[in-house]
Nanobody, 115 residues
Framework: QVQLVESGGGLVQAGGSLRLSCAAS????????LGWYRQAPGKQRELVAR???????NYADFVKGRFTISRDNAKNTMYLQMNSLKPEDTAVYIC?????????WGQGTQVTVSS
C-alpha cells in the first residue's frame, strides 16, 4: 500500500524555523520525484518545492532562499527545512508523489506562524 505520512508541523513565531518530514512506503522511493505542497484556508493548493530522483530541486518564488527540500533514500524520507517563517506561510503542508501517473497525497501537517 502506497503511503505518505507527514510530521513536524506546529506553532512557531515569525522568523522561526521548522523541519517537516514525509515518510514514504509502498513504492520504490529512490526512483520517484517528490514534492511539498501547501494549502491555506480558503485558498488553492500550491506547489512549494519539488525534488527529482536525481536530487534536482525547484522552488516556488515565495520560498526561495528560505526553504530547503531534501531526501534521504536510505530512510525513504523527504524533508522540508523552513527558515525565516512568515505568517503567510501558515497552511497545511502536504507531500506528494506520482505512481503510474496518479497523484498520491499525504494527510498533511499543520504549520502555524504567529506574528
Amino acid at each position: 500500500q502506497v503511503q505518505l505520512v507527514e510530521s513536524g508541523g506546529g506553532l512557531v513565531q515569525a522568523g522561526g524555523s521548522l523541519r517537516l518530514s514525509c515518510a514514504a512506503s509502498g513504492f520504490t522511493f529512490n526512483r520517484n520525484a517528490l514534492g511539498w505542497y501547501r494549502q491555506a484556508p480558503g485558498k488553492q493548493r500550491e506547489l512549494v518545492a519539488r525534488i527529482s530522483s536525481g536530487d534536482n530541486t525547484n522552488y516556488a518564488d515565495f520560498v526561495k532562499g528560505r526553504f530547503t527540500i531534501s531526501r534521504d533514500n536510505a530512510k525513504n524520507t523527504m524533508y522540508l527545512q523552513m527558515n525565516s517563517l512568515k505568517p503567510e506561510d501558515t497552511a497545511v503542508y502536504i507531500c506528494n508523489t506520482y505512481i503510474a501517473g496518479m497523484p498520491i497525497w499525504g494527510q498533511g501537517t499543520q504549520v502555524t506562524v504567529s506574528s
